[in-house]
């Protein structure tokens, strides 16, 4: 019989998305007030894989991914998502256009997990309006794509920075 208890730590991630004139410092600093120290920044690369922020946010988004310094339970990324939506719709939201999509997730030594707003077949209602998702597990010795997983987060740069992320974290928790 398993014994419940407390999830190991996690190290929390974001995934940036952008709209000039926004400049990512200014991104970068509104998190850190919210969520400690970044310890890592992929590029930022013109964000190609889909249309589907363009209505709301037009043409020409830019991507970036962080981490975090400060480990995170995995049981407060549905209070890390409500914390970034706040964020964005305060700091980043005018004329009823969003200049700023965050999205957190956390790295664990097995997978990186996302949470979202919208439902899916794939996706785990959690409390308050979030879902999480599986979206890469450890297979062969680093983290690997799934069925479902976003194009963006496929792509060789994603995996290298969530990979050396995991790779960070796993570090850090042994010492």
């Known amino acids: 019989m398993s014994t419940p208890h407390e999830p190991d730590p996690a190290l929390l991630i974001v995934a940036l998305l952008w709209q000039p004139p926004v400049r990512l410092e200014q991104i970068v600093t509104r998190l850190e007030q919210e969520f400690g120290p970044c310890d890592a920044r992929s590029p930022a690369f013109d964000f190609t894989q889909t249309t589907y922020y363009e209505p709301e946010m037009g043409a020409g988004l830019t991507r970036c991914y962080l981490s975090f310094e400060r480990f995170v339970s995995p049981g407060s990324l549905p209070d890390i998502k409500l914390a970034t939506n706040a964020i964005e719709a305060h700091a980043f939201t ?3 256009r969003r200049s700023v999509n965050i ?29 999480e998702e599986v979206s890469l597990i450890v297979r062969g010795g680093s983290l690997q794509p799934l069925e479902w997983t976003y194009r963006d987060y496929r792509t060789p740069l994603a995996l290298a920075f969530f990979e050396e992320c995991r790779q960070r974290f796993l570090r850090r928790r042994r010492s």
Not at 104 to 128: C, E, M, N, Q, W
């Open 94 to 96: 005018a004329n009823a």
């Open 103 to 131: 999205d957190p997730g956390i790295v664990t030594g097995h997978s990186l997990i996302l949470a979202t707003g919208k439902d899916f077949s794939h996706r785990v209602y959690v409390r308050d309006g979030i879902y």
